[in-house]
């Protein structure tokens, strides 16, 4: 556990006044606040950094100790034993942790969350900090978000998924919609982090890692997919047979068909998120393949077609 | 109007501690939408996140209600283009 340079966590001199230190905490909070960097950790670690910080220089006991005891924080015991001492003779200075409460303006943020440094000083739990009451207002705050990864195979997507996951010792039961797309980011109400002064429980987000276990690129609904078809078969037409998600499937070439010519197998894509019965499109490029080691009689009559044109 | 999907204003105000002025406020700046069937004022609950997300910067900075509506627009369309971001880049590995 270090010494935590408060001062310097508000970017402010040992000197600073109360409006300064007002000053350099609203300027960073409206910086840091978590509400204005969702998803930046280093933003809400930073803010309750600050928030810790205000807690002690604004209030001025808090800061009259940190200042005259901070340092030697560890020496925290001798300073009790000594006050207590002190208390008994009947007079001295109020110090460290146990007894006394102490109000707060009610941040978003439990004393739990205060680090060890501040809690060494002023006590946590049912010691010297507490929530609320006072002139100030007692707010209540929802829970923590917690954020998880779920991995999935694209043909896990096909349909809906039933998965058991755990987080602590909750298990929780999902069923994941089909379709569900990489990256995309489910909420699940009520299984964050416990509320503070009465309010509600955090949410649970899960982020979705969609591994694709298959040839095929996606883009939202929609597959993607090349396939070779002969010369002969781009110039003259024919019949091919292409793998789809669901099996394989005749296709039609007409004739004449030029390379990279891109066709559409409607309702061949993946299952469109929460919209029951309705799929994306699976896209085919055509990439024709010359033939190669041409036989002697193959090059007579491809320079008899040459000549032709 | 089903019941599961919109909650009673005074619920949600005696629930979270938040001054129904504000809630009132949110709706007068166009910030929340309110629901009115028999002389009862309701609210989507799926809007109760964001409600609670403008307290707390209303409450923790000071942030008046032409600041809140700047922000909400702001955030709004930072999330798009996070979205739209997104998109892109999955396009992009489709020429990989």
């Known amino acids: 556990m270090d010494f935590i340079d408060y001062y310097k966590t508000l970017e402010i001199d040992k000197s600073a006044s109360q409006a300064d230190i007002k000053k350099a905490y609203r300027k960073l909070a409206r910086k840091l606040h978590p509400d204005l960097n969702p998803n930046d950790k280093t933003a809400q670690h930073k803010f309750q950094q600050i928030n810790e910080a205000n807690e002690v220089l604004s209030d001025p006991e808090k800061r009259k100790k940190y200042d005259q005891y901070g340092k030697d924080w560890q020496h925290a015991d001798a300073f009790e034993q000594s006050r207590q001492q002190q208390q008994q003779a009947g007079g001295g200075f109020g110090g460290f942790g146990g007894g006394r409460s102490y109000t707060s303006g009610g941040q978003g943020f439990d004393d739990s969350q205060f680090s060890d440094f501040f809690e060494s000083m002023f006590g946590g739990g049912g010691g010297g900090f507490r929530q609320g009451g006072g002139q100030r207002r007692t707010t209540q705050f929802k829970g923590q978000d917690m954020n998880a990864t779920l991995r999935l195979n694209l043909t896990d997507t096909l349909k809906n998924q039933k998965q058991t996951i755990s987080i602590g010792e909750k298990k929780i039961r999902l069923t994941i919609p089909a379709g569900v797309e990489d990256g995309q980011t489910i909420r699940i109400k009520g299984y964050g982090g416990e509320g503070m002064n009465g309010g509600p429980k955090g949410d649970l987000f899960i982020t979705f890692e969609i591994l694709n276990d298959t040839s095929f690129k996606r883009l939202e609904s929609d597959l993607y997919t090349q396939q070779e078809i002969s010369l002969y078969t781009a110039l003259l037409g024919g019949e091919i047979t292409v793998d789809t998600l669901d099996g394989k499937v005749k296709l039609k070439v007409k004739p004449e068909t030029q390379n990279d010519t891109k066709v559409k197998l409607k309702g061949k894509g993946l299952p469109k998120y929460k919209k029951d019965g309705q799929y994306g499109d699976l896209y085919i490029t055509y990439k024709i393949t010359m033939p190669t080691k041409l036989s002697k009689e193959e090059k007579e009559l491809f320079t008899q077609l040459s000549k032709l044109r | ?96």
Do not use: C, P, T, W
């Open chain 2, 1 to 96: 109007m089903g019941n599961e999907k919109y909650i009673l204003v005074s619920h949600f105000v005696e629930r979270s501690n938040i001054e129904v002025d504000f809630v009132q406020s949110l709706h007068e700046y166009g910030l929340v939408a309110f629901e009115e069937r028999e002389n009862e004022i309701f609210i989507d609950e799926g809007d109760i996140s964001e409600i609670e997300r403008l307290f707390r910067l209303h409450h923790d900075l000071g942030i008046n209600y032409e600041g809140l509506d700047v922000i909400k627009q702001m955030l709004e369309r930072m999330h798009r283009m996070e979205r739209e971001m997104d998109l892109l880049q999955k396009r992009l590995r489709l020429y990989e």
